[in-house]
């Protein structure tokens, strides 16, 4: 097998790289909406929980599909190298496909299952297919909080072959299947991660035939260094010096600290975690390779939000954790719910860049998003179990209001009340905006949003929430106030969202999500924007 390419042309024509880098990205554009039609569970198909990247021979970021999740795109090509250190490229074989769902290699937590496909051009590994998709169950507890070690948390799928030379390993998948509440949409959702890599495959040697190329690693250096020297140049725009940030979260016994200091020099920035709290004995910890993607992702977003996502954009950002912290534990520590942990990182990135960047950064959203769980026997006693979605408000920035019920830093939709009903044997009585949770200021927070639902199983239902600000609201920037706090309701009262649930026939469910925080001083803002509000229906009343 041949490795290493040498293409006798084109690298340096920037024309022919952005007209190659526009095919390869409408290739992985196409892999995943194959993934969109053919995943069996909604966690793809409505609420957008998966990314597919392509990487060069030495797993770096080449392309990754437009609507790609943002963590995703940083954990998915450490998962490529993570393959190619542990087999190797002289062990791979056309047709092998690599399968894991291990946290620290993988996304962060047991419920994604990332796959890696060696690409081969004739008897030449020309680079990799990978996807990263969250499954409907990955068995053991219901995710949630309240795991003590990662052994709770569900099937582990060590970094393995699931294809070897096409052929499936199928002790795997009987495992798999007898692991998991749903066997069937866990493994179909698998074969559809499988679908994608291969149409990779197969349209990347049809790209490389149709310009007479060897493979990609000349033209992906080419755009790496370009889109390299653009984001250092951003950071060297910046004034250079340390900037800290400090905001604390829910926590449980005792809130969470988050401190970042970001230092910007020529050319480079570097984002040091230390100062956070430590790792805790429930599963809410953040693995590095999460944290890093997260804080990459706000860095872009900041200075070349345009671009692009490939390898150069990040090789100067360098982020650091200190080691048995929540952002960058220690095996086997729980990390079912890193989301409520991870999505932190941005706003706390933000916060530290507002003394240098006031006009792009945003003030705190009202994420993590919120997830409920639902679990239960059928009728014909098969088990099942579905995952619902839901968003609060984004933060105000300098020149808008934030949007309301939408997810960020994640790019995760909503469930639709429709396939909600379809999936899980709920009825819901509402879903509507909160008045007045938005945070006030120059700029107003997004709204959150209230949900109620109600079981109509047969049977008690197993529920599970993630939940964050029940405690301490999306901070405002610039003197703008704090968003409204969440809360959960079961039968019209407070309950502790962070333990398991057991809704009866009939209960009722209320979810509030919290609202965003406001963008300078409330006395600021323009009253036409003030009458507007209380027009729509944003505030109860007039300012």
Known sequence: MKTGQRNTRNADDPIFLEVFWTRVRSVVNEAAKL???????????????????????????????????PSFIGTLPATVRAAIERFGVQDMRDGDVFITNNPWIGTGH???????????????????????????????????????????EGFHIPLMRL????????????????????????????????????LISARLCAILDEYGLQGVDELA??????????????????????????????????????????????GEIECDFTGTSPQQPRGINC??????????????CLLLPDLANNDGLFRPIRVTAPEGSILNPRFPAPVGGRACTGHYVPVAIFGALHAVLPERVMAGVGSPLWIANLSGTRQDGRPFATVLFYNGGMGATSVKDGASAMSWPSNI???PVEVAEREAPLFFK?????????????????????????????????????????????????????????????????????????????????LRTPGGGGYGPAQARDPRLCDEDFRQGYVAQPA
């Open 35 to 69: 993934i969109v039609r053919t995943s069996f569970s909604t966690l793809s198909t409505e609420a957008n929980d998966f990314a597919v990247v392509l990487t060069d021979t030495q797993g770096r970021a080449l392309a990754e599909n437009s609507g790609s999740i």
């Open 430 to 510: 509402y879903k509507r905006l909160r008045p007045g949770s938005g945070g006030s200021g120059a700029l107003r927070g997004g709204l959150g949003q209230e949900i109620c639902f109600a079981s109509r199983h047969d049977t008690p239902l197993s529920i599970v929430f993630l939940t964050e600000r029940l405690k301490v609201g999306a901070p405002g920037l610039g003197g703008g106030g704090d968003g409204a706090l969440g809360a959960v309701l079961i039968n019209g009262q407070p309950v502790d969202s962070r333990k398991p649930q057991v809704l009866a026939p009939g209960d009722e469910v209320i």
């Open 287 to 300: 693995v590095l390779a999460y944290t890093r993607a997260m804080t990459a992702y706000a860095i872009k």
């Open 413 to 415: 939709s909503a469930t």
């Open 221 to 266: 250096q080419a755009l790496f260094a370009r889109s390299e020297a653009a984001m250092r140049q951003a950071i060297a725009a910046l004034p250079r010096g340390e900037y800290r940030y400090t905001m604390q979260t829910d926590g449980f016994e005792q809130r969470f600290c988050y401190t970042v200091t970001v230092r910007i020099g020529a």
């Open 163 to 198: 294809l070897d030379e096409g052929r499936p390993d199928e002790s795997l998948l009987t495992l798999l299947r007898t692991n998991v509440r749903t066997p069937e949409q866990s493994v179909g959702d698998v074969w559809s991660q499988v679908g994608a890599v291969e």
């Open 110 to 152: 047991l419920n994604d299952v990332s796959l890696v496909k060696p690409v081969f051009h004739g008897a030449r590994l020309v680079g990799f297919a990978a996807t990263a998709a969250h499954l409907p169950d990955i068995g053991g507890k219901i995710r949630s909080v309240d795991a003590r070690e990662l052994f709770e």
